[in-house]
Nanobody
């Protein structure tokens, strides 16, 4: 059974940082692209960042470029999202996504 278990997130002030992690079990992620999505209240889910299977190629939504960094550790079957200089508009539920599997979602709230 495939499971994606997320950790991290929470409440942070504008300009702060958070790190999200997603650990996969029941699935060898070495040859798979891994992504992070987010869904803000009243909005559609959107792609935030994606990393290729080898970790060489990354893609980011324009709104997070230069602030967020996606990384992966194939040995640990994990993907992380480092979020710096957070803004109120980053407030959303964040999901990791691998193949067709979703993590449980992690709430990120940016507020003073």
């Amino acid at each position: 059974q495939v499971q994606l278990v997320q950790s991290g997130g929470g409440l942070v002030q504008p300009g702060g940082s958070l790190r999200l992690s997603c650990a996969a079990s029941g699935l060898a992620v070495g040859l798979l692209a891994m992504s992070w999505y987010r869904q803000a209240p009243g909005k559609e889910r959107e792609l935030v960042a994606r990393i290729s299977s080898g970790g060489v190629s990354t893609n980011y939504a324009d709104s997070v470029k230069g602030r967020f960094t996606i990384s992966r550790d194939n040995a640990k079957n994990t993907v992380c999202l480092q979020m710096n200089n957070l803004k109120s508009e980053d407030t959303a539920v964040y999901y990791c996504y691998i193949v067709r599997y979703w993590g449980q979602g992690t709430e990120v709230t940016v507020s003073s």
